[in-house]
């Protein structure tokens, strides 16, 4: 099962909300962290990302289970809590992380936890094409993975979890088809999420500069893949965001966007004048994340917060949520 990729679920419909009821369905906390495939052989972890990038080394804490079990592919998510609430802010400071002891110093000050609610793979054998209901039961039946492991929690009652994580700030829910097979890499209706808060993920464009800091990231000009009515593939402008350009993420984007520039707009429409005026054009491969409060007429983002950059997202794949 080497490059195996993760199930995506498919977003809520905005009247539809989540299907079904307890006994076709299952129902899940839909954690604000970073999804992660735990592969442990030989007594080894080895944690990617949905893309594939290896981030074992930024989570050095999550080696416990390797002792534990010889063969197992799990699929979850890690999350750093505060309060006991998932903090992806926190979470984004280790993401990078790619040296042993720099992953070591960030487990101590900011330890993560690794959420898991599947199996894929369990001594040898393929689980993917069983059921939901069969793969939950024999995730049960491992033994403990120690304090930086939890098994998700499932419950019967939509419209209580519903409720409950919406008191409580979390993220939202995922409702599973208790039927449904395990689909490596594809988007299923079988498993639907509903978010409580709006995020999205989007490709940097182009960025413009501080006004009193030469050279420093000021803002970023960001896009999503969209099909036009010509059913032309282009990246739609999806606006401009400053807000949150602060510490670790704001050098990181510096890293990574240097390389990237071009002398145009990668937009596939115009970019507001205001917007363009002074911008540094770039190659459309960095993956944020932002938090908004829904979209404008023509398409744009109304007020954008970055959260940080998600390198687990493939840059093919980023579309209007």
Known sequence: ??????????????????????????????WDGMRVLADITDGRVRLSTRTGGDVTAAFPELSGPAAQHRDVLLDGEVVVLRDGVPSFAALAERIHVRDLRRGQALAAALPATFIVFDVLRLYGVDLTGRSWQERREALERLAPMGPAWQLSPVYDDRDALVAATLEQGLEGVVAKRRSSRYLPGARSGDWVKLAHRRFQTCLVGGWRTETHARGRIGALLIGVWDTGAEGVRGLRYAGRVGSGLTGVSAAELQRLLGPLERDSPPFAGPVPRLDAAGS??????????????????????????????????????????
């Open 280 to 321: 540094i054009w770039v190659e459309p491969q960095v993956v944020v994340e932002v938090r908004h409060k829904g979209h404008t007429e023509g398409g744009r983002l109304r007020e954008p917060v970055l959260r940080g950059l998600r390198p687990d997202a493939d840059p093919a794949t980023v579309a209007d949520e």
């Open 1 to 30: 099962m080497d490059g195996v990729r993760p199930m995506l679920a498919a977003p809520a419909g905005p009247r539809r909300g989540l299907p079904g009821d307890g006994s076709a369905w299952a129902y899940e906390v839909k």
